[in-house]
Nanobody, 124 residues
Framework: QVQLVESGGGLVQAGGSLRLSCAASGLTFSRYSMGWFRQAPGKEREFVAA????????YYADSVKGRFTISRDNAKNTVYLQMNSLNPEDTAVYYC?????????????????WGQGTQVTVSS
């Protein structure tokens, strides 16, 4: 049974930082590209960042480019999202997802497995 478990969310002031983690089990982690998505109240789920299964390629949404960094540790079956310079518009539930294809995917339907999400709230 595949499980993706996010952690690290919380409440932070604008300008602050958070580091999200997503621990994977039940799959061969190194064979999956990993992505982060987020969903704010009343809005659709949107792509944030993704990293290829070897870690060699990354892709970011324009809204987070230069502020967020996705990384992965295949030995720990974990993907991370370092979020800096947070602003209230980053408030959302953040989800990690796993995609078995080698290419980086930016659409939610392309991902095979999802975590339960972790709440990030940025106060002004």
């Amino acid at each position: 049974q595949v499980q993706l478990v996010e952690s690290g969310g919380g409440l932070v002031q604008a300008g602050g930082s958070l580091r999200l983690s997503c621990a994977a089990s039940g799959l061969t982690f190194s064979r999956y590209s990993m992505g982060w998505f987020r969903q704010a109240p009343g809005k659709e789920r949107e792509f944030v960042a993704a990293r290829s299964r070897t870690g060699g390629s990354t892709y970011y949404a324009d809204s987070v480019k230069g502020r967020f960094t996705i990384s992965r540790d295949n030995a720990k079956n974990t993907v991370y999202l370092q979020m800096n310079s947070l602003n209230p518009e980053d408030t959302a539930v953040y989800y990690c997802a796993a995609d078995r294809t080698p290419d980086i995917a930016t659409m939610a339907y392309q991902y095979d497995y999802w975590g339960q999400g972790t709440q990030v709230t940025v106060s002004s």
